[in-house]
């Protein structure tokens, strides 16, 4: 299987899941817009100067011009534009409109100054007209659209969006999501577990990264035994409350794997189960007939976390109306690169450890783990890399971070 199969995988989901409804609040980091915003004036809104100078006339900088010009007053930013008297300068700040009348700004380090008077310096008389002149509407125009919709809103978008007057934004509402952790032997993270039980990590593993985005909200989060009546119970709730219900485990062929039976006796729609790679083979994807989306996830806890990231967090970012909703990995090279191959895809547990300037490729390491169950190796990662079947050696491979 290549790694397009795998999108591909990915895309037959993405095509029946429905977008979560909107809403209007004021802009908040990590909601994404459901409308567009535009521009409610000109940006700038006038000719402003584009910095600390002084106003002038091109011919009173001119060769055969004054030696000196006198100093007419100063016009700060926030008041209104004020003609410039003929044969004089206006000491000018930053963002101040420019007078009716000036034709260029001479910044401050170009002059020779005295409180009543300007000279300029070589440079001054050689700048053209409009130098250090911010024009009117030159970042955009009344009425251009500044944000598309499907923008994740940032403080550098928030930042646009309420200079053009957008006190309230539609934004596309958080997607809400339910956890529910299958199997017998799982306890909470407070017990005393004996050698045959182990603590529950894949209900935290998976709350974390919902909870790390202002977009995805957790409804629920659960733990069902191996049993087949009390996961319909808990399966059906979930869906009932949620957008999106994300299962670990009781996904692949066991007596006890009751996953993809109660999908499909609750209406839900298998559309893959078992997908090539490693690790998280058995991951299951189904959509029910309102759209919404059901993820089983392998039940050992790197299979869990690595699908969770690669495929879970795509479909999620569709679901909650993100533009740039696949995966957009960075490329790392390996440093500690061996000859093993897989006739999957393969993902592999990696830390950072620096910058090669060389490749202009950040630099990771493989982890020493062994196998989709080492908790220890998991911790100590910062992400994975991704290979394609048959592919080994330093790469650049592409990396996705925790």
Request: include cysteine; charge should be negative; hydrophobic fraction near 40%.
């Amino acid at each position: 299987m290549s790694l397009f199969a795998l999108d591909n995988a990915i895309d037959s989901l993405t095509e029946r899941l429905s977008r979560v409804d909107c809403q209007t609040t004021a802009p908040s980091s990590g909601r994404a817009l459901s409308t567009p915003i535009a521009a409610d004036r000109d940006s700038p809104a006038a000719d402003v100067s584009a910095m600390d100078g002084y106003a002038v006339r091109i011919r009173d900088l001119s060769d055969g011009g004054p030696d000196r010009v006198p100093i007419a007053g100063e016009v700060q930013p926030g008041t209104a534009p004020v003609q410039l008297p003929p044969g004089a300068a206006l000491r000018i700040f930053t963002g101040a409109v420019i007078p009716m009348g000036a034709e260029l700004v001479v910044k401050r380090e170009d002059t020779i100054e005295t409180p009543t008077e300007v000279a300029w310096s070589d440079a001054a008389r050689r700048l053209p007209l409009g130098a250090n002149i911010r024009r009117q509407g030159e970042n955009g125009r009344c009425g251009d659209s500044i944000l598309p919709s499907g923008t994740v809103l940032t403080a550098a978008s928030i930042a646009a969006a309420v200079n053009f007057g957008a006190s309230q934004v539609s934004v596309f509402s958080r997607v809400k999501c339910s956890v529910i952790v299958t199997g017998n032997e799982l306890l909470d993270v407070s017990a005393t577990p004996q050698p045959w039980q182990i603590r529950d990590s894949n209900g935290p593993t998976v709350a974390a990264m919902i909870n790390g985005h202002a977009w995805l909200q957790l409804a629920h989060s659960m733990r069902c035994g191996d049993d087949r009546d009390e996961l319909k119970v808990k399966l059906a709730t979930a869906i009932a409350d949620s957008d999106a219900v994300i299962l670990t485990g009781g996904v692949s062929k066991g007596d006890y794997d009751h996953v993809p039976e109660v999908i499909a006796s609750l209406g839900g729609e298998i559309l893959f189960h078992r997908l090539p790679i490693r690790p998280g083979q058995p991951v299951l994807g189904a959509v029910t007939s309102s759209g919404k989306l059901i993820l089983g996830l392998p039940g050992n806890p790197v299979s869990t976390a690595c699908c969770m990231q690669r495929i879970g967090m795509p479909l999620l970012r569709r679901m909650g109306g993100h533009t740039d909703w696949r995966a957009q990995p960075s490329h790392v090279t390996v440093d500690n690169a061996d000859d093993k191959t897989l006739p999957l895809v393969w993902m592999r547990l990696v830390r950072s450890i620096g910058y090669d300037a060389k490749s202009g490729t950040n630099r990771v390491e493989y982890v020493r783990s062994q196998g989709s169950g080492d908790l220890v190796a998991l911790g100590t990662s910062d992400g994975f890399v991704e290979l394609p079947p048959g592919s080994k050696g330093p790469g650049p491979w592409p990396f996705y971070h925790w």
